[in-house]
């Protein structure tokens, strides 16, 4: 029997296997896998490989900005990555 998709995503929190339920409340949560991975690719590449001159995953950023610009019909430049909302709205004030 094929996964579905539900599924597919329930699987990337190994968190949920605990048979515990879990309430978002838009602080801090169960990390998906491959935000997990991603995290971890990118602390090893800046504690091994980093040579302060140049830095990939800045393209990254800049890629993710683009699509995200994308779907929400506005130009790149009018996002910007902050830690929270409440930093947000400091900085717009």
Do not use: C
Not at 37 to 58: A, F, M, Q
């Amino acid at each position: 029997m094929p996964i579905n998709k539900y599924q597919e995503v329930r699987n990337y929190f190994p968190y949920l296997k605990t048979g515990k339920i879990y309430f978002n409340h838009a602080a801090i949560g169960p990390i998906a896998t491959p935000v997990k991975n991603s995290i971890n690719e990118y602390l090893n590449y800046r504690s091994e490989l980093y040579d302060g001159t140049d830095d990939p995953y800045l393209n990254i950023s800049e890629s993710a900005k683009n699509k995200l610009a994308h779907i929400l019909n506005v130009n790149s430049n009018y996002i910007a990555w902050v830690d929270n909302i409440s930093n947000a709205m400091s900085i717009l004030a």
